[in-house]
């Protein structure tokens, strides 16, 4: 969980899966992983996590195109190693998101890894009081990335306030 509000960073590093580990790979590959329904991961990751928004009374993010951009990259560059797992470059992204969009307000990030399903991550991240306080978080759009290295899926989440 990453959050950068202003100029000011609060920076934790809550490590959701720890059980998991992170088998060595010698080839990172990306894809766009379907659940049921023919959906995307990315997709059923913004349903799970605007139902939970909705059962709290928050209106949905909207997912937005570039900034899944920035989270897929980011995600294909924890599953490929060449960055490890966590927040690095997260400045980065949200600078990038401001080159493109204008002045994000407000940003937040959830990465996680594992063999979980759309709906198990989401449902990681809501029992995680950092995780769960950035899905909560008055947040307006979002993106969303995810990447395989094996049998491994990593995921992020980045939050912005526009």
């Given at each position: 969980m990453f959050v950068l509000k202003g100029r000011s960073i609060l920076t934790f590093l809550v490590?959701?899966?720890?059980?998991?580990?992170?088998?060595?790979?010698?080839?990172?590959?990306?894809?766009?992983?379907?659940d049921e329904g023919g959906n995307t991961m990315e997709e059923q990751i913004l349903y799970?996590?605007?139902r939970f928004r909705a059962s709290k009374g928050l209106k949905p993010l909207?997912?937005?195109?570039y900034c899944?951009?920035?989270?897929?990259?980011?995600s294909r560059d924890m599953?490929?190693?060449s960055t490890g797992f966590g927040h690095e470059g997260f400045e980065d992204r949200v600078a990038n998101i401001s080159k493109k969009m204008g002045?994000?307000?407000?940003?937040?990030?959830n990465v996680a890894y594992g063999t979980l399903s759309a709906e198990a991550v989401v449902d990681g991240w809501?029992?995680?009081p950092g995780h769960r306080k950035n899905m909560l978080g008055d947040y307006n759009l979002i993106g969303i990335g995810s990447a395989r290295s094996g049998r491994i899926t990593f995921f992020t989440q980045v939050f912005i306030k526009k």
């Open positions: 490590v959701l899966f720890s059980a998991f580990q992170v088998s060595a790979c010698s080839h990172a590959t990306t894809r766009q992983a379907s799970y996590t605007n909207q997912l937005d195109s899944s951009q920035q989270a897929a990259r980011h599953a490929d190693g002045r994000v307000g407000s940003a937040a990030e809501i029992k995680s």
